[in-house]
Nanobody, 128 residues
Framework: HVQLVESGGGSVQAGGSLRLSCAAS????????MGWVRQVSGKEHEGVAS???????TYADSVKGRFTISKDNAKSTLYLQMNSLNPEDTAMYYC???????????????????????WGQGTQVTVS
């Protein structure tokens, strides 16, 4: 059973920073492809950033240069450092895991919500 628990969301002023964390309870963390996906109520999910088992990363154009995804295999924790936040970043942020990832990195595919088969409950980020 895979469980993903996000934390670190909150309210921040434009230009501020937040760091999201996702604690994973799964033995497949090290080999998985993981990502952060966000959703504004009533809109489509948007892949924000992804990282695979080899540390390959990709970002949505809207967050490049501002967000950094990372993972700590020893702690089975995924992170998203978000800097220079703006109101357009306001959304529910979900941690997601692809437990069947086979190392076939495709930067566009891994940003898609369809890549992932396990999801956290989400953490709200509000930028004003």
């Amino acid at each position: 059973h895979v469980q993903l628990v996000e934390s670190g969301g909150g309210s921040v002023q434009a230009g501020g920073s937040l760091r999201l964390s996702c604690a994973a309870s799964t033995g497949t963390f090290r080999s998985a492809c993981m990502g952060w996906v966000r959703q504004v109520s009533g809109k489509e999910h948007e892949g924000v950033a992804s990282i695979d088992s080899d540390g390959l990363t990709t970002y949505a154009d809207s967050v490049k240069g501002r967000f950094t995804i990372s993972k700590d295999n020893a702690k089975s924790t995924l992170y998203l450092q978000m800097n220079s936040l703006n109101p357009e970043d306001t959304a529910m942020y979900y941690c997601a895991l692809d437990g069947t990832y086979g190392g076939d990195w495709d930067a566009d595919r891994v940003l898609s919500r369809t890549e992932y088969n396990y999801w956290g409950q989400g953490t709200q980020v509000t930028v004003s």
